[in-house]
């Protein structure tokens, strides 16, 4: 099926540790995004990758790192978790800048 | 950050009636986007506007952008119970920071009674 998918759906922790959250895209878009859905379902954008460059970072605190290996991948490396870390993680991927969005199924971190 | 403005906030109706909800800003957006979220899952994209004006339906859905650019809204027509459900508006601005990351409204939950 061709889709945006994340792993993993689910993924609890404990506070100070280090952890990634992975992305793939098989549309063959050329941009892919990270954003953060808080308690009260608010989404808000993170990150913003166009051909493997950051193009987006919406002031989000360096312990959070997206790395995009090529452009069908998007990861999502958090260091130092902290409990307001706690949120579901929404991978998204367009055909270009500017074009409606597709996301993942989202990945719900809990840090304990 | 830029803020869209969604209402109402939740709607409780009886399965069969319309539904209605809209988002403004005071910012002008170059793309209105309309969302649906299902518990547990990702945001699904039901409706894309690029024009001023522009009228979209999807089955039983039909969204406009307005001639402002400012705002739009989304109908449902004889809604049954599976249009239960978040439903949100996303904008993407034609100028300032971050726009090539979409703005979304605070959602409208809708809840439909039997």
């Known amino acids: 099926d061709t889709a945006v998918s994340q792993t993993p759906k689910y993924l609890v922790t404990q506070m100070g540790n280090d952890k990634s959250i992975k992305c793939e895209q098989n549309l063959g878009h050329d941009t892919m995004y990270w954003y953060k859905q808080d308690s009260k379902k608010f989404l808000k954008i993170m990150f913003s990758?166009?051909?493997?460059?950051?193009?987006i970072n919406e002031t989000v605190p360096n312990r959070f790192s997206p790395k995009s290996p090529d452009k069908a991948h998007l990861n999502l490396h958090i260091n130092s978790l902290e409990l307001g870390d706690s949120a579901v993680y929404f991978c998204?991927?367009?055909?270009?800048?500017?074009?409606?969005?597709?996301f993942g199924p989202g990945t719900r971190l809990t840090v304990t | 950050g830029q803020q869209l403005n969604q209402s109402p906030q939740s709607m409780f109706i009886q399965e069969g009636e319309d539904v209605s909800m809209n988002c403004t800003s005071s910012s002008i957006f170059n793309t209105w986007l309309w969302y649906k979220q299902d518990p547990g899952e990702g945001p699904v994209l039901l409706i894309a506007l690029y024009k001023a004006g522009e009228l979209t339906s999807n089955g039983r859905l039909t969204a406009q952008f307005g001639i402002t650019r400012k705002d739009s809204f989304l109908n449902i027509s004889a809604s049954i119970p599976s249009d239960v459900g978040i439903y949100f508006c996303a904008g993407r601005l034609i100028a300032g920071g971050g726009a090539d990351g979409l703005t979304f409204g605070k959602g409208t939950h809708l809840i439909i009674q039997p």
């Open positions: 998204a991927s367009s055909p270009g800048t500017g074009n409606e969005q597709y």
């Open positions: 990758y166009n051909n493997k460059e950051l193009i």
